[in-house]
């Protein structure tokens, strides 16, 4: 009897977790897109322009350092010392790697909110971090589990592009990841996605 009162609890707090999961990340402003096409768990969205905050690591081990700097821009690191929400997706972008000469770079980036768009957005304070934008356009999407397995990130890389060349579509630059959870989630509750822009 106390074993099944246990799994009904740990059960319990499981969808309990997976809720406040789920409440949380629809709570947080996302860019708006227009779903061209689903095909399983693979789609095509349509964005419009995306402003955004950035700042370049030498290496995929330096993320937590990265997102530090990030933080710290919407936590008043600002010109106008502004508070920023926090939004979703975090954009970690392999296609700014330079050549051997300059080191290679991958850039992570915070999506600046609309309303802040809107007012004016302040310039950083860390030369480290820069304002951009990612210019509207198609995407092929896709998602996975295990944002922190290398391998399960290569997979789906390997799995959009396959479909992409089925569907006879052109690629257009590299892979981008997208992570929508904050790290106290579990791996299996998280929501994570590539980006392949397209023709």
């Known amino acids: 009897m106390k074993r099944v009162t246990k799994w009904i609890v740990s059960g319990m707090g499981l969808l309990g977790l997976t809720l406040f999961a789920t409440m949380t990340a629809s709570a ?5 897109f227009e779903q061209l096409v689903k095909d399983g ?12 905050v950035s700042t370049s690591m030498e290496q995929e081990g330096q993320r937590n350092s ?27 972008d392999h296609s700014q790697k330079k050549d051997k000469a300059d080191g290679a770079k991958v850039t992570m980036s915070f999506v600046v909110p609309k309303k802040v768009v809107e007012a004016g957005i302040p310039e950083p304070t860390d030369p ?22 290398e391998k399960a990130r290569q997979e789906a890389i390997t799995e959009l592009r396959a479909w992409i060349k089925e569907k006879g579509y052109k690629e257009k630059g590299e892979p981008s990841f997208a992570f929508y959870n904050p790290p106290w989630i579990p791996q299996a509750l998280r929501t994570n996605e590539v980006w392949i822009e397209i023709d």
């Open 41 to 52: 768990k693979m789609e095509v969205r349509k964005y419009a322009k995306i402003h955004i």
């Open 128 to 149: 480290d971090v820069k304002l951009s934008v990612i210019e509207g356009g198609k995407y092929a999407v896709t998602s996975f589990m295990n944002s922190n397995s």
């Open 28 to 32: 947080i402003e996302k860019p708006e």
């Open 66 to 92: 990265a997102f530090r700097k990030l933080a710290n821009y919407i936590g008043k690191g600002n010109e106008k010392q502004q508070k920023i929400k926090m939004t979703a997706p975090v954009i970690v």
